[in-house]
């Protein structure tokens, strides 16, 4: 009997210790011994770096949940879980466990997007929603958004991307825009550009997007801490307004905010 208290002691205290590491760490620790490889598997551990049960989500229509809590981490950091709202998709980051989103293009602020000649709406295969939002022509850009910081992992570091595609032929997208992105008062401004032009030198500062694997681009309109007891909302966007020459040709599928690590 004291041989089992001391065997449930040692795992009871080997989860506790993996629980301060991170997801990665309590796999590699696995190989480690048995023991380690039993605690690192259980239940209790994989529990710790799962959000609470009220902010756990339903998978798709027609997929069961695993059992274990490991492997439910390794589905929710696999792929994107869509809200019920639809609008907004959420995954765990597999290194860290923050609550990563991508909030879709129709919940967000879009200067002139319920204007046909302007912006229309576009099924894409390839997008986690169910449309997104094509830019036909405008001279005033302003797309914003906002998430409260409640839906984020106190603590974490954080970045904010547009993510999106360019039409066959875009047009007045390689010149820069103004970006920010903006907690607690504090504010992140910055110059980002939405289409590399090889004929064109940007000053270092203005950001760049770049390709995704999943045949996307990205644009990164700033980061910031979500700071233990935060409470407000984080907003973002990125617009340009002043210059007020004609753009088109963006296709816009969402705003991404993700642990930056």
Sequence with gaps: MEACEVTRLQEELLWAALSSTSPRDACRAAAVSPAFRVAADSDALWACFLPCGRDLLPLADGEST??????LF???????????????????DRETAAKCYMVAARELSIAWRDTPQHWTWIPLEDSRFSDSAELIWVCWLEIRGKIHSKMLSQGSTYAVYTVYKLAEEPDGLNFPVNASVSVGGSILASKVCLQRDPHMIHPEDVALPHQRVDGWMELELGEFVCEAGEDGDVSFGLSETESLYCKSGLILQGIEIRCKN
Excluded: E, T
């Excluded at 695993?66 to 492997?71: A, L, Q, V, W, Y």
């Excluded at 390794?74 to 765990?92: A, D, E, K, N, T």
């Design 74 to 92: 390794l589905r929710l950091s696999g792929s994107p879980v869509l809200l019920p709202c639809g609008l907004v998709s959420m995954w765990l």
């Design 66 to 71: 695993p059992c274990r809590k490991k492997d």
